[in-house]
Nanobody, 127 residues
Framework: QVQLVESGGGSVQAGGSLRLSCAAS????????RAWFRQASEKEREWVAS????????YYADSVKDRFTISQDHADDTLYLQMNDLKSEDTAMYYC????????????????????WGQGTQVTVSS
């Protein structure tokens, strides 16, 4: 089992930045792809970015490419999402997730392919 706890959400004006964190504990050695998803009000959950366990591959949705950066610190098993140039359409609940599958070049983007989830952290961007 893996436990995930997100933090770092908040309210920010358009053009601003936030850094989300996801602290992992438990059997993290069993998860090979780590990702961030988000879900806006009355919309389906969507994949934002993912990174391989070794950090040699990171992948992004087109909507966040060149603005968001996913990274991780193995020393304390923490996943990060640096979000710059935020837009009102980035407003959503953000979730981190771990999968026992490989990232498969970024094609592991369905929520059903991820085994472990955090409780989410809210990001609100005002224009």
């Amino acid at each position: 089992q893996v436990q995930l706890v997100e933090s770092g959400g908040g309210s920010v004006q358009a053009g601003g930045s936030l850094r989300l964190s996801c602290a992992a504990s438990g059997d993290t050695y069993s998860t090979f792809c780590r990702a961030w998803f988000r879900q806006a009000s009355e919309k389906e959950r969507e994949w934002v970015a993912s990174i391989t366990i070794g950090g040699d591959g990171s992948y992004y949705a087109d909507s966040v490419k060149d603005r968001f950066t996913i990274s991780q610190d193995h020393a304390d098993d923490t996943l990060y999402l640096q979000m710059n140039d935020l837009k009102s359409e980035d407003t959503a609940m953000y979730y981190c997730a771990h999968s026992t599958r490989f990232c498969n070049g970024g094609r592991l983007s369905s929520e059903y392919e991820y085994n472990y989830w955090g409780q989410g952290t809210q990001v609100t961007v005002s224009s």
